[in-house]
């Protein structure tokens, strides 16, 4: 049985979307015929020849990718930071970040793109029941990851609450770290604790928009077809949110109360962009990601031993 080695870390400061990530794919992987070993850090564990490794480390350098590569094929996911090869799970493209593509990296690297994004399979089996979102909203969708250190949450309620709506819904979904509590007068609102993928699916496939922080939770809310405003303060996540604006995914806010309502009232009031931006998100992240990705290790893995 082959080998993979997972090395991922997810905490309050970078978010949790790496090790939910890494959980998809490690299923995936499951399913065709592999062991799955995940390792809390960039310890280099002992990892024999014919093992493959994954990385999904926020700060992973190129001197400790380069380390596994030594020992075993290794595909970086992560895409910011040091590393000089990765194969980049978000919206822009693969890319090499000090140096011209060697001739060996297809042997380790995973060809990337949106489609490629790597969700948990319900939300790709969720998307059937999207329906066409209205405007203005009936139904607003809040989720800004497991623990929401930047305080996301408390600020898309304040901005709600200077939006005027009749008979408005407001599902937020909380994660397992959301250590406060929410202090909201929003009529219709309901507040989901540390929810199940499916759950999260649903929620989102009865939505009519969505305001989320970029992150993983955006790929999920593309996959589902929500039209979503994304929060940013990240310069590098400002960069990606931009350039999936661009492609007509989502739509961008700064993480500011006054400007959010705004965007809500402006996005919110326009049937045509909502329907628009929910049939090109759809289109851009099927939400089969973690089967091709998993698939194209396993090809590339046997293609690799029946050449030794």
Same mark, same amino acid.
């Given at each position: 049985?082959?080998?993979?080695?997972?090395?991922?870390?997810?905490?309050?400061?970078?978010?949790? @979307?790496?090790?939910?990530?890494?959980?998809?794919?490690?299923?995936?992987?499951?399913?065709?015929?592999?062991?799955?070993?995940?390792?809390?850090?960039?310890?280099?564990?002992?990892?024999?020849?014919?093992?493959?490794?994954?990385?999904?480390?926020?700060?992973?350098?190129?001197?400790?990718?380069?380390?596994?590569?030594?020992?075993?094929?290794?595909?970086?996911?992560?895409?910011?930071?040091?590393?000089?090869?990765?194969?980049?799970?978000?919206?822009?493209? &693969?890319?090499?970040?000090?140096?011209?593509?060697?001739?060996?990296?297809?042997?380790?690297?995973?060809?990337?793109?949106?489609?490629?994004?790597?969700?948990?399979?319900?939300?790709?089996?969720?998307?059937?029941?999207?329906?066409?979102?209205?405007?203005?909203?009936?139904?607003?969708?809040?989720?800004? @990851?497991?623990?929401?250190?930047?305080?996301?949450?408390?600020?898309?309620?304040?901005?709600?609450?200077?939006?005027?709506?009749?008979?408005?819904?407001?599902?937020?979904?909380?994660?397992?770290?959301?250590?406060?509590?929410?202090?909201? &007068?929003?009529p219709g609102l309901t507040v989901y604790r540390d929810v199940s993928a499916e759950t999260m699916a649903r929620l989102m496939a009865q939505a009519d928009l969505g305001i989320c922080s970029m992150g993983l939770t955006t790929h999920e809310a593309?996959?589902?077809?929500?039209? &979503?405003?994304?929060?940013?303060?990240?310069?590098?996540?400002? @960069?990606?949110?931009?350039?999936?604006?661009?492609?007509?995914?989502?739509? &961008?806010? %700064?993480?500011?109360?006054?400007?959010?309502?705004?965007?809500?009232?402006?996005?919110?009031?326009?049937?045509?962009?909502?329907?628009?931006?929910?049939?090109?998100?759809?289109?851009?992240? %099927? @939400?089969?990601?973690?089967?091709?990705?998993?698939?194209?290790?396993?090809?590339?893995?046997?293609?690799?031993?029946?050449?030794?």
């Amino acid at each position: 049985m082959p080998t993979v080695h997972v090395y991922r870390i997810a905490n309050r400061k970078i978010g949790h @979307g790496h090790a939910v990530r890494c959980l998809a794919l490690s299923d995936a992987l499951s399913r065709q015929g592999w062991q799955i070993i995940v390792h809390e850090s960039m310890m280099v564990k002992w990892v024999m020849p014919g093992d493959v490794n994954v990385v999904d480390i926020y700060d992973a350098t190129a001197k400790e990718i380069l380390t596994l590569r030594e020992l075993a094929p290794t595909i970086n996911l992560n895409d910011k930071g040091s590393a000089k090869w990765f194969a980049n799970m978000s919206f822009l493209h &693969t890319t090499y970040l000090d140096s011209p593509c060697p001739a060996d990296a297809p042997e380790h690297e995973i060809i990337a793109g949106t489609e490629y994004a790597i969700l948990r399979p319900e939300f790709a089996a969720a998307r059937k029941y999207r329906r066409v979102p209205t405007s203005p909203p009936r139904t607003v969708f809040v989720a800004h @990851g497991g623990s929401d250190p930047m305080r996301h949450t408390e600020i898309t309620l304040k901005a709600l609450e200077r939006v005027s709506t009749h008979s408005r819904l407001v599902s937020v979904v909380l994660g397992s770290e959301f250590d406060r509590d929410i202090e909201c &007068t929003l009529p219709g609102l309901t507040v989901y604790r540390d929810v199940s993928a499916e759950t999260m699916a649903r929620l989102m496939a009865q939505a009519d928009l969505g305001i989320c922080s970029m992150g993983l939770t955006t790929h999920e809310a593309c996959c589902m077809g929500l039209p &979503t405003i994304n929060l940013c303060f990240d310069e590098y996540l400002i @960069g990606t949110a931009r350039i999936a604006e661009a492609k007509g995914l989502l739509w &961008t806010c %700064p993480p500011e109360t006054e400007v959010l309502a705004d965007a809500i009232e402006r996005h919110g009031n326009s049937a045509f962009h909502l329907k628009l931006t929910s049939r090109t998100a759809m289109a851009y992240v %099927p @939400g089969r990601g973690a089967t091709l990705v998993a698939r194209d290790i396993t090809q590339r893995f046997w293609k690799r031993m029946s050449s030794c």
